[in-house]
């Protein structure tokens, strides 16, 4: 960082085996006055390897000597003589956690233990990320807020909150196009993982069980191992949960549960019992690698979010067959006038901006 800011270089990028959750968030702890130097950022070497991965997938690159060396340089980085890593075990804090929560013990917020889970955590959902990415071609990032982008201290905090108190770990994927959120569980307490994602519910459709059909006919070539349905009501009462098994034999299950209630939105979970796997901390991991992309592939890809249909015209219909003009008079008379809203223009969305910056190393 002083040399950086010795010669006007603007950032500096670290590479090693190690995870970060996010580039800006860097597994060294640098003083703020230090990070006035220079922007820091660090990469793992399998993001790079993903990244220049996507690069060739996506034909990004026309240019046949650089797609040649790029595809030399994924060939180096793959060979087991790199020493490319994953993020393969859990710490030793790990078995601890668990064992701890199993015996009914509480998770301390301020315990050196929790804190190194956490980072541990952080560093095998980027890892999922990545993971994700070289099977679909398409970036997956970590889903979230601004404030904790920014912050990596403040979400680091936040996480050991919720494992204190909720005895969960959570984190969450995006995915390009697809219809929701990947949201990812590893509950402690039951010793199980979680996978889901949660849709809002045709609202053209009146009754609960039209919206559930609406729903598996998407999960069609789904297997229904492990995979369940979530239906969610209007207020804040407990949701009704089926297999998908069952809800394929009866989609009214949910119905008989809340007659007088239509579903206002589903979720789509995979739920898996480690048992004794869950607290071995190779074996969680593995487990952990398998179990997301089993359910991206049997739902996460099958699924489209409701959108309301366009309006139609009525056949052979006119305004003026419709309308009378003194009724249209009448309401001129009577209607409130409000600001219009913004029509659309022939100018693109997206402006890009170029902001003129020196280049980083």
């Known amino acids: 960082m002083d040399i950086a800011k010795a010669n006007k270089i603007d950032a500096v990028i670290t590479i090693s085996n190690q995870f970060a959750p996010l580039p800006s968030h860097h597994p060294l702890t640098v003083s703020a006055a230090t990070r006035k130097k220079a922007e820091l950022y660090h990469w793992s070497w399998m993001y790079v390897l993903t990244e220049a991965s996507l690069l060739l997938q996506g034909d990004m690159i026309e240019d046949l000597e650089r797609r040649i060396i790029i595809n030399e340089f994924v060939r180096f980085?793959?060979?087991?003589?790199?020493?490319?890593?994953?993020?393969?075990?859990?710490?030793?804090?790990?078995t601890t956690i668990v064992s701890a929560v199993q015996a009914g013990g509480a998770i301390s917020q301020n315990s050196e233990d929790a804190k190194e889970v956490i980072g541990a955590w952080h560093q095998e959902a980027r890892d999922l990320s990545s993971i994700l990415s070289r099977q679909l071609g398409r970036d997956v990032n970590i889903k979230t807020t601004r404030a904790h982008a920014i912050d990596h201290q403040a979400r680091i905090k936040s996480?050991?909150?919720?494992?204190?108190?909720?005895?969960?770990?959570?984190t969450t994927l995006s995915v390009p196009n697809a219809a929701a959120p990947v949201e990812i569980c590893a509950d402690l307490q039951t010793k199980s993982i979680s996978v889901y994602m949660r849709l809002k519910a045709p609202?053209?459709?009146?009754?609960?069980?039209?919206?559930?059909?609406?729903?598996?006919r998407q999960l069609q070539s789904a297997e229904p191992a492990n995979l369940h349905i979530r239906h969610f009501w209007p207020g804040r009462g407990?949701?009704?949960?089926?297999?998908?098994?069952d809800l394929r034999q009866d989609p009214g299950l949910a119905f008989t549960e809340k007659p007088n209630a239509i579903a206002s939105s589903f979720e789509v979970v995979m739920v898996c019992d480690l048992s004794g796997k869950?607290?071995?901390?190779?074996?969680?991991i593995s487990e952990l690698e398998r179990i997301v992309p089993e359910f991206y592939e049997q739902a996460g890809q099958n699924l489209k979010a409701w959108q309301p249909p366009a309006p139609r015209l009525k056949e052979n219909k006119t305004?003026?067959?419709?309308?009378?003009p003194q009724a249209l008079a009448e309401a001129a008379d009577s209607a409130e006038f409000e600001t219009p809203a913004p029509?659309?223009?022939?100018?693109?969305?997206?402006?890009?901006?170029?902001?003129?910056?020196a280049p980083a190393p």
């Open 278 to 284: 869950f607290a071995q901390r190779k074996n969680f």
């Open 319 to 324: 305004e003026a067959d419709n309308v009378s």
């Open 77 to 94: 980085l793959t060979h087991t003589s790199a020493g490319i890593k994953s993020f393969t075990q859990m710490p030793a804090a790990w």
């Open 238 to 245: 407990p949701y009704a949960q089926h297999s998908l098994a």
């Open 159 to 170: 996480d050991i909150q919720n494992l204190s108190v909720e005895m969960r770990l959570e």
């Open 343 to 357: 029509r659309a223009t022939t100018q693109p969305l997206w402006i890009p901006i170029t902001v003129s910056k």
């Open 203 to 216: 609202e053209d459709k009146k009754s609960t069980k039209a919206r559930t059909n609406w729903l598996l």
